[in-house]
């Protein structure tokens, strides 16, 4: 008799749910969207209850789909936002989301409250950034005093969602890692920030190991879950990287979505003191993983899409990309559309075409965008290597992931083997893994590799070349980046 599991992930525009089965196999897979507020420039916001709305949509379809008995549940989520509830548990605001930008002054802040951003990084694994959950804290006792003095809880998504379904609070240590609020390193919460926040740790979610039990859904918009048991997941780059196996120090993947990640596992927690890297807390315990982050990987190939090509399927672009030598003629293209975060942290560099000329074509331009965002990719993880974490193998995933020219590019500039997977169902898959493994499921045989690329010699060089000349082109531009954003912001 099969068994099964469900995996959701609580996105930031969508939350989906799969049912898996005892051998990995996705039975069915569910999706409900929810609306991205956005009432004020740089600001982000959702509905709390539109993520649970979404979630009972979800579970409801699978179960209509697919009356089977579950054995567990589990749930991954966007890093960072921010719940906030009463004493009565009701919702205090809409949740501020990890891109909100508000938080630029209570950041400086915090530092200075520390003394310097170095010293910050030392006890937390990553600076204060805007999108973090800490400075949103000081951000509402700030600007909404009313709404602060009535907080109970801080929840983060995925840990509101398992309230809602079981009644209780609980977060672990892969989601805790990105709230600046908890000591990457030794696994508790900052008695002296919580001081300086003017809240206590009864306010936080008890800090339980991923893969742990919650609770049992006990909901009566749930009937036909009661009494299964909820999992803790994991933050949703954690638990994507889970869910390709990405668990064990030399193992790394290559995210080539809208933004691009590359995730590298290490069991020595050592943090980049320059703020270039992050450190969080994996999914499995006494483990954890650097990330580097680009801001515009397939969403720099989509802009050039609509705006130039008409939308082209995948496929007639890597023919078109294919036209073209590796170098793309000298043409090198710098992918910072929306700023860019490792290794520059500079929200105003933005992209640029170098070397065009006449002899120039749409092929040459097309491959310059791919080799750009691996170039960005190639340079997080070069920053990534300088903290002494040698990743061995590259797993991609990512809905660029399935060019395979793209994916050779990796290859060609890591100069490590690059594995495609079967299953790249990101962090809901991981979800599922967890909650497999507390079932007792043998989940590392879910795992396996479909395609592989190995680095071809002969284009080292020239990538070498050319990615030492991508680097430098930011050096230069980056008085030229400052100057130019005035005039877009005007």
Same mark, same amino acid.
């Given at each position: 008799?099969?068994?099964?599991?469900?995996?959701?992930?609580?996105?930031?525009?969508?939350?989906?749910?799969?049912?898996?089965?005892?051998?990995?196999?996705?039975?069915?897979?569910?999706?409900?969207?929810?609306?991205?507020?956005?009432?004020?420039?740089?600001?982000?916001?959702?509905?709390?209850?539109?993520?649970?709305?979404?979630?009972?949509?979800?579970?409801?379809?699978?179960?209509?789909?697919?009356?089977?008995?579950?054995?567990?549940?589990?749930?991954?989520?966007?890093?960072?936002?921010?719940?906030?509830?009463?004493?009565?548990?009701?919702?205090?605001?809409?949740?501020?989301?990890?891109?909100?930008?508000?938080?630029?002054?209570?950041?400086?802040?915090?530092?200075?409250?520390?003394?310097?951003?170095?010293?910050?990084?030392?006890?937390?694994?990553?600076?204060?950034?805007?999108?973090?959950?800490?400075?949103?804290?000081?951000?509402?006792?700030?600007?909404?005093?009313?709404?602060?003095?009535?907080?109970?809880?801080?929840?983060?998504?995925?840990?509101?969602?398992?309230?809602?379904?079981?009644?209780?609070?609980?977060?672990?240590?892969?989601?805790?890692?990105?709230?600046?609020?908890?000591?990457?390193?030794?696994?508790?919460?900052?008695?002296?920030?919580?001081?300086?926040?003017?809240?206590?740790?009864?306010?936080?979610?008890?800090?339980?190991?991923?893969?742990?039990?919650?609770?049992?859904?006990?909901?009566?918009?749930?009937?036909?879950?009661?009494?299964?048991?909820?999992?803790?997941?994991?933050?949703?780059?954690?638990?994507?990287?889970?869910?390709?196996?990405?668990?064990?120090?030399?193992?790394?993947?290559?995210?080539?979505?809208?933004?691009?990640?590359?995730?590298?596992?290490?069991?020595?927690?050592?943090?980049?003191?320059?703020?270039?890297?992050?450190?969080?807390?994996?999914?499995?315990?006494?483990?954890?993983?650097?990330?580097?982050?680009?801001?515009?990987?397939?969403?720099?190939?989509?802009?050039?899409?609509?705006?130039?090509?008409?939308?082209?399927?995948?496929?007639?672009?890597?023919?078109?990309?294919?036209?073209? @030598?590796?170098?793309? /003629?000298?043409?090198? *293209?710098?992918?910072?559309?929306?700023? %860019?975060? $490792?290794?520059?942290? !500079? =929200?105003?560099?933005?992209?640029?075409?170098?070397?065009?000329?006449?002899?120039?074509?749409?092929?040459?331009?097309?491959?310059?965008?791919?080799?750009?965002?691996?170039?960005?990719?190639?340079?997080?993880?070069?920053?990534?290597?300088?903290?002494?974490?040698?990743?061995?193998?590259?797993?991609?995933?990512?809905?660029?992931?399935?060019?395979?020219?793209?994916?050779?590019?990796?290859?060609?500039?890591?100069?490590?083997?690059?594995?495609?997977?079967?299953?790249?169902?990101?962090?809901?898959?991981?979800?599922? @893994?967890?909650?497999? /493994?507390?079932?007792? *499921?043998?989940?590392?045989?879910?795992? %396996?590799? $479909?395609?592989?690329? !190995? =680095?071809?010699?002969?284009?080292?060089?020239?990538?070498?070349?050319?990615?030492?000349?991508?680097?430098?082109?930011?050096?230069?531009?980056?008085?030229?980046?400052?100057?130019?954003?005035?005039?877009?912001?005007?």
């Amino acid at each position: 008799m099969n068994k099964y599991v469900i995996g959701i992930d609580v996105g930031t525009t969508s939350v989906k749910g799969i049912l898996v089965d005892k051998n990995g196999e996705i039975i069915y897979s569910s999706t409900s969207p929810v609306t991205l507020l956005t009432p004020k420039p740089g600001w982000a916001e959702e509905d709390p209850l539109e993520w649970w709305e979404a979630t009972k949509n979800v579970l409801k379809d699978i179960n209509l789909k697919n009356p089977v008995k579950i054995e567990a549940i589990s749930i991954s989520g966007q890093m960072h936002s921010m719940v906030s509830l009463d004493n009565n548990y009701n919702i205090l605001r809409n949740a501020i989301l990890w891109c909100d930008q508000r938080t630029g002054t209570e950041c400086e802040k915090l530092t200075e409250f520390y003394g310097t951003e170095k010293e910050v990084i030392k006890i937390f694994g990553n600076p204060f950034l805007t999108g973090f959950t800490a400075p949103k804290i000081q951000w509402l006792k700030t600007n909404e005093n009313d709404n602060f003095k009535k907080l109970h809880k801080i929840l983060l998504p995925k840990d509101f969602i398992a309230f809602k379904m079981t009644g209780d609070f609980a977060i672990e240590q892969s989601d805790a890692s990105g709230t600046s609020l908890y000591k990457v390193k030794e696994g508790v919460y900052d008695k002296k920030l919580l001081e300086k926040l003017s809240i206590t740790e009864e306010q936080l979610p008890e800090i339980i190991p991923s893969g742990g039990l919650i609770g049992r859904v006990d909901c009566e918009e749930l009937p036909f879950l009661k009494g299964v048991s909820v999992v803790s997941g994991g933050a949703d780059n954690a638990a994507a990287a889970f869910g390709c196996g990405i668990e064990k120090p030399g193992d790394a993947m290559v995210s080539l979505g809208t933004s691009g990640t590359v995730v590298a596992v290490t069991e020595s927690p050592d943090e980049d003191i320059s703020g270039k890297i992050h450190l969080f807390a994996h999914v499995k315990e006494n483990t954890f993983y650097h990330m580097a982050v680009i801001l515009s990987a397939t969403n720099s190939l989509n802009w050039f899409l609509k705006n130039f090509l008409n939308d082209s399927p995948l496929d007639k672009i890597n023919e078109l990309v294919e036209k073209s @030598r590796p170098g793309s /003629n000298g043409l090198i *293209f710098l992918p910072y559309l929306n700023g %860019e975060r $490792t290794p520059h942290k !500079n =929200p105003n560099a933005r992209g640029v075409f170098f070397g065009m000329s006449s002899f120039h074509n749409k092929s040459d331009m097309l491959r310059s965008i791919y080799e750009g965002v691996v170039y960005a990719l190639r340079e997080g993880g070069e920053c990534i290597k300088e903290l002494g974490n040698n990743f061995e193998s590259i797993k991609v995933v990512g809905g660029g992931s399935r060019s395979d020219v793209w994916c050779q590019m990796i290859a060609d500039n890591f100069k490590l083997t690059v594995n495609r997977l079967k299953v790249d169902e990101g962090a809901a898959y991981g979800s599922a @893994r967890l909650a497999g /493994n507390y079932v007792n *499921f043998n989940t590392d045989e879910w795992i %396996e590799i $479909t395609d592989t690329f !190995n =680095p071809t010699e002969s284009n080292f060089n020239k990538y070498d070349s050319l990615f030492v000349e991508y680097k430098n082109l930011y050096n230069s531009l980056k008085n030229d980046f400052d100057v130019i954003s005035k005039y877009q912001r005007s």
